[in-house]
């Protein structure tokens, strides 16, 4: 498939309250196209972004999972975001990718946020996921790893960046100045999905959900509201501008070390 439809769900969220959380992105997902292919959620979608795992966490059998294999089935989409999951003893901020088939693929948040006490309470992630989906070879990482590039290094010719976040407002020139600078360095469309509103910490939330075309230029910009947002993007295009500006072969080498 050339092309890709995709829906933002930028959404102000309970503070840890995950039936609530559930019950607004189903209510949410009803406005969605019927030939959408992919849904993105925030970061920590059914909590907000907590330091409290103990009492918030779920498992991989638990009701968010058990709902998202649901919508996904129900709507024939893929829907990715990221929940508390507990796994052998561990606590993690694990990025979901469910097929509508039900088949699920993980990402656990590598970049942990020490200015919260991210890495006080979870357990980074090792690992790096490629989801090849219709045709696209698709990376999605977590919030605070867009600071870090050499993470996202576009070392696997994929067609597509994506970060749900929990980013704060206050730094809201950073998310978008690395977002533009993640597409541009490695020639690639680049989505970041934000939540609105203020947590239970006071942080206020303004959205600033972007989509970044592979030469840096913000072709959608969400306003600071509620809001589902739709777009197409085409492969061919990006294939041609990276054919026309041959600079992904010219990277250094280097090894990634766990």
Same mark, same amino acid.
């Given at each position: 498939?050339?092309?890709?439809?995709?829906?933002?769900?930028? #959404?102000?969220?309970?503070?840890?309250?995950?039936?609530?959380?559930?019950?607004?992105?189903?209510?949410?997902?009803?406005?969605?196209?019927?030939?959408?292919?992919?849904?993105?959620?925030?970061? $920590?979608?059914?909590?907000?972004?907590?330091?409290?795992?103990?009492?918030?966490?779920?498992? $991989?059998?638990?009701?968010?999972?058990?709902?998202?294999?649901?919508?996904?089935?129900?709507?024939?989409?893929?829907?990715?975001?990221?929940?508390?999951?507990?796994?052998?003893?561990?606590?993690?901020?694990?990025?979901?990718? +469910? =097929?509508?088939?039900?088949?699920?693929?993980?990402?656990?948040?590598?970049?942990?946020?020490?200015?919260?006490?991210?890495?006080?309470?979870?357990?980074?992630?090792?690992?790096?996921?490629?989801?090849?989906?219709?045709?696209?070879?698709?990376?999605?990482?977590?919030?605070?790893?867009?600071?870090?590039?050499?993470?996202?290094?576009?070392?696997?010719?994929?067609?597509?960046?994506?970060?749900? #976040?929990? =980013?704060?407002?206050?730094?809201?020139?950073?998310?978008?100045?690395?977002?533009?600078?993640?597409?541009?360095?490695?020639? +690639?469309?680049?989505?970041?999905?934000?939540?609105?509103?203020?947590?239970?910490?006071?942080?206020?939330? #303004?959205?600033?959900?972007?989509?970044?075309?592979?030469?840096?230029?913000?072709?959608?910009?969400?306003?600071?509201?509620? $809001?589902?947002?739709?777009?197409?993007?085409?492969?061919?295009?990006?294939?041609?501008?990276?054919?026309?500006? #041959?600079?992904?072969?010219?990277?250094?080498?280097?090894?990634?070390?766990?």
């Amino acid at each position: 498939m050339e092309h890709l439809k995709i829906a933002l769900l930028q #959404a102000d969220l309970v503070w840890e309250r995950a039936p609530d959380n559930r019950r607004k992105f189903t209510h949410l997902l009803q406005s969605i196209a019927p030939d959408t292919d992919l849904v993105v959620l925030p970061e $920590m979608f059914t909590t907000g972004f907590s330091m409290e795992p103990s009492k918030l966490a779920e498992t $991989m059998e638990g009701e968010t999972v058990t709902w998202l294999r649901q919508q996904a089935a129900d709507l024939q989409v893929a829907i990715t975001g990221s929940i508390i999951i507990e796994e052998n003893g561990n606590y993690y901020n694990r990025l979901l990718w +469910v =097929f509508p088939e039900g088949e699920i693929l993980s990402y656990d948040k590598r970049h942990l946020f020490t200015l919260a006490g991210e890495e006080k309470v979870y357990t980074p992630g090792q690992d790096q996921l490629l989801v090849t989906y219709k045709g696209w070879k698709i990376m999605p990482l977590i919030c605070y790893d867009l600071r870090f590039p050499v993470w996202s290094r576009n070392k696997s010719d994929y067609d597509l960046l994506l970060y749900v #976040a929990n =980013f704060p407002d206050k730094r809201g020139l950073a998310w978008r100045t690395l977002l533009q600078a993640r597409a541009i360095e490695n020639q +690639v469309y680049t989505i970041g999905l934000n939540r609105v509103g203020t947590d239970g910490n006071g942080a206020y939330y #303004a959205g600033d959900s972007c989509l970044i075309d592979y030469d840096g230029k913000i072709r959608h910009h969400l306003p600071p509201r509620e $809001m589902v947002e739709q777009f197409v993007i085409r492969k061919e295009e990006q294939t041609n501008f990276r054919e026309k500006l #041959a600079f992904l072969p010219d990277q250094d080498e280097f090894t990634i070390h766990a």
